[in-house]
């Protein structure tokens, strides 16, 4: 199974991952129980309806252990399966994939969680006109893996980093001495796209006057984020934030705003009950 991913290399992960388990005296367990030739066939399958992020690199981990071991996906990543579903067959050296398993399937659940629950905010704002975005709420060091798993579950992906755009928050303007202020010094330092925090309606002419041209509106409820974008009237991109939950983001996003961004997606995803089961050979 092939799979590139702009700036993330697959390789390295996966010796790192292998490696931070495997330390410094290896898999004593499957040294000491499996015999050296003996050959495991077995299945990845989900015990939940999950939507799937994460295969190839499974299957990275398993091929890194044994070249030679046969894989089968099942299915796609970003698709939606059944609770019972069989994901992905693999046969090989007993060893290697039980050495492989726990770093596959650790990769493999957490990034599938991820995308799990984008799915559903995703479903939630369907036909809205509103775009959901995700944040860089993520687990450190796997930012490009966890921005992949929210592509799989109907996300767009927002900033990457802190490189890509000027985000304007509380603690900036506080010691810049203002949103307006903020805003003008990212704008005189040729800064294309500025993306200004406010969380009072009174803060968006000022951010817009500074040369916003993304005005996220932190904390506010439906009926002030009306006020919002009926005050910015397209003169900037508009994006609500903060607090947004299952229960709360279709309200959210039929407010009119652009889009919604949702930290709990990277955050707060819990993983998805995934497992490999020992299956007959093929």
Excluded at 58 to 84: K, M, N, W
Excluded at 150 to 170: C, P, Q, S, V, Y
Aim: glycine share 10%; aromatic share 4%.
């Amino acid at each position: 199974m092939s799979f590139a991913l702009p700036g993330f290399d697959l390789d390295a992960f996966v010796r790192a991952t292998l490696a931070e388990d495997l330390g410094a005296g290896g898999d004593v367990t499957s040294a000491a129980v499996i015999p050296a030739g003996a050959r495991f066939a077995g299945i990845f399958d989900s015990r939940d309806a999950i939507v799937v992020a994460g295969l190839p690199i499974a299957a990275a981990f398993v091929r890194a252990l044994d070249p030679g071991a046969t894989i089968e996906p099942l299915v796609l990543d970003g698709d939606r399966v059944a609770a019972g579903a069989a994901l992905m067959r693999v046969e090989g050296a007993a060893r290697a994939l039980l050495t492989a398993e726990r770093s596959a399937l650790n990769t493999l659940q957490h990034l599938s969680g991820i995308a799990t629950l984008t799915r559903r905010y995703a479903d939630a704002v369907a036909g809205t006109g509103a775009t959901l975005l995700d944040t860089r709420k993520t687990i450190p060091g796997l930012r490009l893996l966890a921005k992949y798993a929210t592509r799989m579950g109907g996300a767009t992906n927002h900033r990457m980093g802190l490189w890509d755009a000027a985000m304007i928050k509380d603690n900036h303007v506080a010691v810049a001495g203002g949103v307006e202020a903020a805003a003008a010094a990212a704008r005189a330092a040729g800064i294309a796209r500025i993306i200004v925090e406010v969380d009072r309606v009174d803060q968006i002419e000022p951010a817009l006057a500074g040369g916003a041209t993304w005005l996220l509106l932190d904390n506010m409820g439906p009926a002030i984020l009306r006020e919002a974008v009926a005050r910015v009237a397209g003169r900037a991109t508009t994006e609500a934030s903060g607090g947004v939950t299952l229960d709360t983001v279709r309200a959210i996003a039929e407010t009119g705003v652009d889009h919604v961004s949702v930290g709990r997606i990277t955050q707060s995803a819990p993983a998805a009950d995934i497992g490999l089961d020992l299956a007959p050979a093929a």
